[in-house]
């Protein structure tokens, strides 16, 4: 694992190097680097104590726990955040006992700290799956503390769609539910999508958290080896695989809200 | 005639937050099948709550919609959403899907009916061919200028074929030639498909191109109501005259003429129909002793009908002419005597 990236490395380095100019020739770079002697070299030696297999283990169950629990807050959160738009101020729906009801909920658990929720909703994780840790614990409280967030930034995303747009529908005869499927849904979607995209980054960084129930992932391992054990290179890292984790999310999230906009 | 729609002492109210907003107050209205009405007024005269009512988008506080003979406000909400399909409707800021092409915005009516694919796509091609879109039927709404995307709006509102369209100032975003065309198109729908137009506008121009009757409203009620030439040049109420006064070529008989003229008698003569073209005042004054000069005139169109409005001063005799006006009388000219 090791030799590979130090290949890598070593490998656009020197592409690099060569674009430059003749600052090094390749073999003088080669052998500087594999002597060990080189400031680069010391650098990259610097990481041979880091167990790979546990990294790209801690990676997997970073991406497991986003991944299932993003699916969980779409689902259930597109629900609320619809409900919360309809029953909103001057919507179809509207009735202000719910919507004051809902939007109370929702900022209740919005304004418990990710590390306390994940603490209270022990019970309910261990009656919904049977265990309140692990990898598996780690899902519910995401997705109680990620629903809240997702559905008002889904009722922010509904409440873009022009009205206009709503009531010509209406005018055809469209029924309610055809209404938010095929014109709010449709809409709003390059909205929804910029939604998912910010929910999944939040919930990387709660999985760091979920490290106190024994959640695993990244943040967990910076957290135990990095900083508890003194690991700086453990601790940089993680925190590289992370910055890549996020940078990936934002611009695949950025690419598909280009695709789908028609402004 | 056969009444298409009938509004029946409409009142609306809207409730602010401490007080109650009258948009609507004592309406009634009768559109009948196969002609085009309008409704002018001022910004917030309550046209947009009057033909929102129309479709039940807003509900009236007090009164019936009929349609068709069925009161709409009896209806429960699945029955409701049936009728609005033969009820289409454009929109001033045309409120089209902006994720969707235009031809899947004209399908989108169509689409929310479950008919079969075959069918939409045969309606759409029809239906692009009808308003000249064909070449854009891939495009995005925010690749189209405001005529073009009106035309879709129009293409949706008829893809159900319905018996009715309803136009929420239709022409008021676009440019007086794109207006020109819009306005052609609604006549065609009109006169071709025979689709029933209650349109609202605060243009005076609007209502003269293409209305056969026009209802004035203001402040939440309606002043005044007629045949759209009768409007047009005896208008009755004060609001209605500033609408006529608007419109270029009307002719202002009013003080004007007081001090005008060489002190014969003044008169106002109005031509409709064919006879605009006739040569009927000079036959008219030649069988007797009188001249005349002409003071003001217009000869225009209301929408087809051919009009025409002088105003002269007659010179003779008093015997001569009474002859003149009596004469121009059995001819069938509206004449009044201005001084
Ligand atoms: N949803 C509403 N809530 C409160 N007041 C309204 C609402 N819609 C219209 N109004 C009021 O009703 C009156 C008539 O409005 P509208 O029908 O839009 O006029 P117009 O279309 O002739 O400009 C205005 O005074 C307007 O402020
Ligand atoms: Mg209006």
Redesign the pocket.
């Known amino acids: 694992m090791n030799g590979i990236l130090l290949n890598l490395l070593n490998g656009s380095l020197l592409n690099g190097f060569q674009l430059n100019g003749t600052l090094l020739n390749g073999t003088l770079l080669n052998d500087t680097l594999l002597n060990g002697k080189s400031l680069l070299g010391r650098m990259i030696s610097y990481f041979d104590e880091i167990n790979w297999d546990l990294m790209f283990k801690a990676t997997r169950e970073t991406l497991y726990m986003m991944g299932v629990s993003l699916l969980f807050t779409i689902i259930l959160g597109l629900a609320l955040g619809i409900i919360l738009f309809l029953t909103g101020p001057g919507q179809m729906l509207q009735n202000k006992i719910s919507y004051f009801v809902l939007s109370l909920v929702v900022n209740m658990l919005r304004s418990v700290p990710f590390v306390i929720l994940m603490i209270l909703i022990m019970p309910l994780t261990k009656m919904l799956i049977g265990t309140s840790i692990g990898v598996q614990g780690a899902i519910p409280p995401l997705v109680v503390a990620a629903v809240p967030f997702f559905a008002r930034l889904v009722e922010a995303a509904l409440r873009e769609v022009d009205r206009g747009v709503q009531e010509a529908a209406q005018a055809m005869g469209a029924t309610k539910w055809q209404i938010v499927w095929h014109v709010l849904l449709r809409e709003a979607r390059t909205g929804l999508i910029a939604a998912v995209t910010i929910t999944a980054i939040t919930l990387v960084s709660y999985t760091a958290m979920s490290g106190i129930i024994g959640g695993g992932g990244l943040g967990d391992l910076a957290q135990r080896l990095g900083y508890q054990r003194f690991r700086t290179d453990v601790m940089i890292v993680t925190v590289a695989f992370l910055l890549v984790l996020v940078q990936v999310l934002q611009m695949a999230g950025d690419a598909l809200v280009k695709h789908f906009s028609r402004k | 005639m056969f009444v298409l729609i009938e509004l029946i002492g409409i009142d609306k109210e809207?409730r602010?937050k401490d007080r109650i907003?009258t948009?609507l107050q004592h309406i009634n209205l009768t559109v009948e099948k196969g002609e085009i009405f309008g409704v002018i007024?001022?910004?917030?005269?309550?046209?947009?709550?009057?033909l929102r009512c129309v479709n039940l988008l807003e509900r009236p506080t007090n009164g019936k919609v009929l349609v068709g003979g069925q009161d709409l406000t009896s209806l429960k909400e699945g029955e409701l959403q049936k009728e609005r399909k033969r009820i289409g409707m454009i929109f001033q800021h045309f409120n089209l899907l902006s994720t969707a092409t235009v031809e899947q915005n004209i399908a989108f009516p169509l689409k929310l009916s479950k008919l079969p694919k075959k069918e939409i796509a045969a309606k759409v091609a029809s239906l692009l061919e009808l308003v000249g879109l064909s070449q854009h039927r891939k495009q995005y709404p925010s690749q189209l200028s405001g005529g073009q995307k009106q035309r879709v709006g129009i293409a949706r509102a008829l893809a159900s074929d319905p018996d009715i369209l309803l136009c929420d100032e239709a022409t008021s975003a676009l440019d007086p030639q794109t207006t020109e065309s819009i306005l052609e198109l609604l006549k065609d729908i009109n006169t071709k498909l025979g689709i029933t137009i209650l349109l609202?506008t605060h243009e005076m121009g609007v209502i003269r191109a293409i209305c056969d009757r026009v209802a004035v409203?203001d402040q939440?009620e309606i002043v005044e109501v007629g045949d759209v030439l009768d409007v047009f040049l005896k208008p009755q109420h004060e609001v209605s005259r500033q609408f006529v006064s608007e419109v270029a070529d009307s002719i202002d008989s009013s003080a004007f003429y007081n001090g005008a003229g060489s002190g014969g008698r003044i008169l106002r003569i109005i031509f409709r129909g064919e006879q605009t073209y006739e040569p009927v005042l000079y036959e008219t004054v030649k069988e007797t002793g009188a001249t005349f000069a002409i003071l003001q005139g217009t000869v225009s169109r209301m929408k087809d009908t051919p009009y025409g409005q002088l105003v002269v001063e007659l010179r003779g005799s008093d015997a001569d002419v009474d002859a003149v006006v009596g004469g121009l009388c059995s001819r069938g000219l509206e004449v009044s005597v201005l001084r």
Do not use: D, E, P
């Open positions: 809207y602010a907003v948009a007024g001022r910004s917030g005269a309550g046209k947009s709550t009057l609202i409203m939440g």
